[in-house]
T-cell receptor
């Protein structure tokens, strides 16, 4: 059965700390891995990763994929209270005629304390 | 481009009542999805569709029904509401081919009393 596991489940840090969120997966026919941020509303897209070892970066957020070890990490440096959210990892598989492509992890809840 | 729209935003139902959650996308996406998210939990897939006329069950389909008569619309029907269906419901869509992400609607917060 296809599976996406995120760790830790929750995290509390102080402003200015650096955090690393993990996402491991076991799927057949892997296509891409996506990170979303969810702040009490709909998830918003952060990154899509398809190739191993290539870092995607957006401001203080960065992410990298390891397709050999089947995991990705999301780093947030110099955290701010606005980073408080649930971070969701999703893995997509190669499309088939009738199959679901997206598999979500349960998310990591990040709380940044001033 | 409105993206993915959902109505209503909030709804309170009594046990045994029925309702339809509406979802529309204007991006000409083939794939559409319905998720529910319980407090403090991740997204659970209820139903999905890979195109008009084609739907399939996800992880938690019991108590729900869907239809997909057009590319744009993917309504979710609750026939006999139960307290266990109290949740936030998100509709999403994706292109289905190529490397692409899901786009989410704003969600419907449903309470069943």
């Amino acid at each position: 059965e296809d599976k996406v596991v995120q760790s830790p489940l929750s995290l509390v840090v102080h402003e200015g700390d650096t955090v690393t969120l993990n996402c491991s997966y076991e799927v057949t026919n892997f296509r891409s891995l996506l990170w979303y941020k969810q702040e009490k509303k709909a998830p918003t897209f952060l990154f899509m990763l398809t190739s191993s070892g290539i870092e995607k970066k957006s401001g203080r957020l960065s992410s990298i994929l390891d397709k050999k070890e089947l995991f990705s990490i999301l780093n947030i440096t110099a955290t701010q209270t606005g980073d408080s959210a649930v971070y969701l990892c999703a893995v997509t598989i190669e499309p088939s005629n009738t199959g679901n492509q997206f598999y979500f992890g349960t998310g990591t809840s990040l709380t940044v304390i001033p | 481009n409105a993206g993915v729209t959902q109505t209503p935003k909030f709804r309170i139902l009594k046990i045994g009542q029925s309702m339809t959650l509406q979802c529309t996308q204007d991006m000409n996406h083939n794939y559409m999805y319905w998720y529910r998210q319980d407090p403090g939990m991740g997204l659970k897939l209820i139903y999905y569709s890979v195109g008009a006329g084609i739907t399939d069950k996800g992880e938690v389909p019991n108590g729900y029904n869907v239809s997909r008569s057009t590319t744009e619309d993917f309504p979710l029907r609750l026939e006999l509401a139960a307290p266990s269906q109290t949740s936030v419901y998100f509709c999403a869509s994706s292109h289905g081919t190529g490397y692409n992400e899901q786009f989410f609607g704003p969600g419907t917060r449903l309470t069943v009393l």
